[in-house]
């Protein structure tokens, strides 16, 4: 006799037999994404042009010399100390372009740049029996034994000439230069960009027209593609939320702080604020505003540090949003609750995206899911402080104005830090 078997989507089988489907019991499947991602692009003396690098804080600590070309105590290496000071990852894109690879008639740098005219290669040996060591800053960062030139591997630093005669000796590489940064390279940089999602970017530039570049840039990503991040810069004229304008500058240079600002800002979790916190970097900023000063720059949406006895803190944790209307009052002025409400903004996008885009019926049982994980993702924002009274209630998902569209109302209460104390003391 035929039995029928497997699977059903409705109950219309014709055969006898068992039809049984296994699924998942119904869960929650918000979850809040992890904070700490900075992007910057630097000139840099070292690596490939016109490309994006992930780089890990372990990486960075581990194998700055392979992937910088510096070792990490190298005053190189100091905005991207500053950075991972307080960041977990960053996307690192490396802005001039156009320089010259060093060289030897033994091999050439693998990048262009002038951190390629520290590289030697030596070879010991003869009679077929050769070792060709590659030094750096006269220190040995690869060895090799070979009978003949053509074994020899490529490594961190060097492509060797493989047609070239082993002969005993010491051959300097010479002739690398590190290139331009002009606005073109800029806006290159943020076009890769587009790629990645993090949390906070950098400009080091000082150049109005530079900084107007990106702050265009944050406004269109964040107002008109839904990309939340917020982006520091020196002294750049914005009145937005997405841009953290600062305004304190470093013996070392105007923006050398910016990349400390960009750590911190990227690596602050939602429910914790960097007023007061301490500068903890390299650098030697330049903190002599007077009270009156510190006062009008907070008013006129200026990131500041200043000096608490020995110590430099963050002055209050604010981006450059001053003109406040019945849409955007005051709370979009500091940098907490940006960070809340862009973390909503970014995590229920992931949820709906994988979860629910193209996979989920947009019915009653299907927005009722959609709006269990948004309660769910609520309440895990809660649990941390970031916000409070969450009422399900008050939550709406709902049918759009067409089959496929989805309407989502999410009141949300961010929570801040305290940072003003006003305390009567009553003497009896």
Same mark, same amino acid.
């Given at each position: 006799m035929a039995l029928g078997g497997g699977t059903f989507i409705t109950e219309n089988k014709v055969l006898p037999g068992s039809y049984i489907n296994f699924v998942s019991a119904a869960k929650a499947t918000a979850t809040l994404s992890d904070r700490g991602v900075a992007a910057l692009g630097l000139s840099l003396g070292w690596g490939p042009e016109e490309k994006v690098q992930y780089v890990d804080g372990n990486t960075f600590l581990t194998d700055t010399m392979a992937v910088f070309g510096y070792d990490y105590t190298a005053e190189e290496m100091w905005p991207l100390r500053e950075l991972f000071l307080h960041a977990k990852e960053a996307y690192i894109y490396r802005l001039n372009k156009g320089g010259a690879k060093a060289s030897c008639d033994l091999a050439t740098a693998k990048y262009p740049g002038v951190r390629g005219n520290a590289i030697s290669v030596t070879v010991t040996g003869s009679d077929g029996d050769f070792v060709v060591e590659t030094f750096v800053d006269g220190k040995s960062y690869d060895s090799q034994s070979v009978t003949a030139y053509g074994e020899l591997k490529e490594n961190d630093f060097v492509v060797f000439?493989?047609?070239?005669?082993?002969?005993?000796g010491t051959k300097p590489l010479s002739?690398?230069?590190?290139?331009?940064?002009? $606005?073109? &390279?800029?806006? !290159?940089? *943020?076009?890769?960009?587009?790629?990645? /999602?993090?949390?906070?970017?950098g400009c080091l530039s000082t150049e109005e027209d530079i900084c107007q570049l990106y702050v265009t840039y944050t406004k269109q990503m964040r107002d008109d593609y839904g990309r939340k991040f917020q982006t520091v810069l020196y002294k750049a004229e914005a009145n937005h939320e997405g841009i953290i304008r600062l305004e304190?500058? $470093?013996? &070392?240079?105007? !923006?050398? *702080?910016?990349?400390?600002?960009?750590? /911190?800002?990227?690596?602050?979790e939602i429910n914790k604020s960097n007023t007061n916190l301490i500068y903890d970097g390299t650098y030697t900023p330049i903190c002599n505003l007077t009270q009156k000063e510190l006062e009008d720059g907070m008013e006129q949406g200026a990131f500041l540090l200043h000096r608490v006895g020995e110590?430099?803190?963050?002055?209050?944790?604010?981006?450059?949003f001053t003109e406040f209307s019945q849409d955007k009052g005051e709370d979009f002025s500091y940098n907490q609750i940006i960070r809340v409400l862009d973390q909503i903004g970014n995590d229920i996008a992931v949820l709906f995206n994988n979860n629910y885009l193209g996979k989920v019926q947009n019915n009653n049982s299907g927005r009722i899911a959609f709006w269990?994980?948004?309660?769910?993702?609520?309440?895990?924002?809660?649990?941390?402080?970031?916000?409070?009274?969450?009422?399900?209630?008050d939550v709406v998902v709902e049918i759009g104005k067409d089959k496929k569209s989805v309407a989502v109302t999410n009141p949300i209460?961010?929570?801040?830090?305290m940072s003003k104390l006003y305390m009567t003391v009553i003497v009896q």
């Amino acid at each position: 006799m035929a039995l029928g078997g497997g699977t059903f989507i409705t109950e219309n089988k014709v055969l006898p037999g068992s039809y049984i489907n296994f699924v998942s019991a119904a869960k929650a499947t918000a979850t809040l994404s992890d904070r700490g991602v900075a992007a910057l692009g630097l000139s840099l003396g070292w690596g490939p042009e016109e490309k994006v690098q992930y780089v890990d804080g372990n990486t960075f600590l581990t194998d700055t010399m392979a992937v910088f070309g510096y070792d990490y105590t190298a005053e190189e290496m100091w905005p991207l100390r500053e950075l991972f000071l307080h960041a977990k990852e960053a996307y690192i894109y490396r802005l001039n372009k156009g320089g010259a690879k060093a060289s030897c008639d033994l091999a050439t740098a693998k990048y262009p740049g002038v951190r390629g005219n520290a590289i030697s290669v030596t070879v010991t040996g003869s009679d077929g029996d050769f070792v060709v060591e590659t030094f750096v800053d006269g220190k040995s960062y690869d060895s090799q034994s070979v009978t003949a030139y053509g074994e020899l591997k490529e490594n961190d630093f060097v492509v060797f000439d493989k047609s070239t005669t082993l002969a005993a000796g010491t051959k300097p590489l010479s002739g690398g230069s590190d290139g331009n940064v002009t $606005a073109a &390279e800029h806006s !290159a940089m *943020l076009g890769a960009l587009e790629s990645y /999602a993090f949390n906070t970017l950098g400009c080091l530039s000082t150049e109005e027209d530079i900084c107007q570049l990106y702050v265009t840039y944050t406004k269109q990503m964040r107002d008109d593609y839904g990309r939340k991040f917020q982006t520091v810069l020196y002294k750049a004229e914005a009145n937005h939320e997405g841009i953290i304008r600062l305004e304190t500058a $470093a013996e &070392e240079g105007e !923006a050398a *702080l910016v990349p400390w600002v960009v750590g /911190a800002s990227c690596g602050c979790e939602i429910n914790k604020s960097n007023t007061n916190l301490i500068y903890d970097g390299t650098y030697t900023p330049i903190c002599n505003l007077t009270q009156k000063e510190l006062e009008d720059g907070m008013e006129q949406g200026a990131f500041l540090l200043h000096r608490v006895g020995e110590e430099i803190r963050v002055l209050e944790d604010i981006n450059s949003f001053t003109e406040f209307s019945q849409d955007k009052g005051e709370d979009f002025s500091y940098n907490q609750i940006i960070r809340v409400l862009d973390q909503i903004g970014n995590d229920i996008a992931v949820l709906f995206n994988n979860n629910y885009l193209g996979k989920v019926q947009n019915n009653n049982s299907g927005r009722i899911a959609f709006w269990n994980d948004i309660i769910t993702y609520d309440r895990q924002l809660a649990a941390l402080g970031a916000i409070e009274d969450v009422v399900a209630d008050d939550v709406v998902v709902e049918i759009g104005k067409d089959k496929k569209s989805v309407a989502v109302t999410n009141p949300i209460t961010p929570v801040c830090a305290m940072s003003k104390l006003y305390m009567t003391v009553i003497v009896q």
